[in-house]
Nanobody
Framework: QVQLVESGGGLVQAGDSLTLSCADSGRTSSVYTMGWFRQAPGKEREFVAAIWSGTYTSYADSVKGRFTISRDNAKNTVNLKMNTLKPEDTAIYYC?????????????????WGQGTQVTVSS
């Protein structure tokens, strides 16, 4: 049974950094592309970043250069390091796993979701 559990969210100020972590209970990341989506109040869930085959990555234009997605094979986690946070980054961040995730960048391409973790950036 696949289980993705996020951690690391919180309240920070604009310009701060924060790292989210997604614990993968079933070694899902060895089969699926792993990624992060986010959903702000009143908005649709949107793609943030993806990682596949251990090293290939892709990012939404809004976070490129500020966010870094990575895998920690020893801990079986997928991490999202977020630098220079902005108030518009405020959202619930969801860990995701899906075969077409990096190609289509849509929620419909996700097979498994985590429960989400709140990130709030104050100005």
């Amino acid at each position: 049974q696949v289980q993705l559990v996020e951690s690391g969210g919180g309240l920070v100020q604009a310009g701060d950094s924060l790292t989210l972590s997604c614990a993968d209970s079933g070694r899902t990341s060895s089969v699926y592309t792993m990624g992060w989506f986010r959903q702000a109040p009143g908005k649709e869930r949107e793609f943030v970043a993806a990682i596949w085959s251990g090293t290939y990555t892709s990012y939404a234009d809004s976070v490129k250069g500020r966010f870094t997605i990575s895998r920690d094979n020893a801990k079986n986690t997928v991490n999202l390091k977020m630098n220079t946070l902005k108030p518009e980054d405020t959202a619930i961040y969801y860990c995701a796993a899906g075969r077409g995730l990096a190609t289509y960048r849509r929620p419909s391409s996700v097979q498994y979701w985590g429960q989400g973790t709140q990130v709030t950036v104050s100005s």
